[in-house]
């Protein structure tokens, strides 16, 4: 059994700033990949940036610029540091791992930004 728990998600005003956590316990494949979703409310999730166990990073259009994604082997851990944060990117944040068996999900971590 695979639990992804997120945290750092919360209330922000534009223009400022989050740093998301997501540390993974289990069994799981040690060459994978971790990213970050997100899911608008009415809207399909969407990848935010995703880091393989190689250090490889992807992100989205949206994201580039304001976003880094990184991730910290030895703990299991990938963070998401955002940056500029806009309206736009209110959204509930899901942390991801994808091994060759499976895609494990979080539960969840809810970012606002608002004035």
């Known amino acids: 059994q695979v639990q992804l728990v997120e945290s750092g998600g919360g209330l922000v005003q534009p223009g400022g700033s989050l740093r998301l956590s997501c540390a993974a316990s289990g069994s799981f494949f040690i060459i994978n990949t971790m990213g970050w979703y997100r899911q608008a409310p009415g809207k399909q999730r969407e990848l935010v940036a995703s880091?393989?166990?190689?250090?490889?990073?992807n992100y989205a259009d949206a994201a580039k610029g304001r976003v880094t994604i990184s991730r910290d082997n030895a703990k299991a851990t990938v963070y998401l540091q955002m940056n500029s944060l806009k309206p736009a990117d209110t959204a509930s944040y899901y942390c991801?791992?994808?091994?060759?068996?499976?895609?494990?999900w979080g539960q969840g971590t809810q970012v606002t930004v608002s004035s």
């Open positions: 991801s791992l994808r091994d060759f068996r499976y895609n494990y």
């Open positions: 880091v393989t166990s190689g250090d490889s990073t």
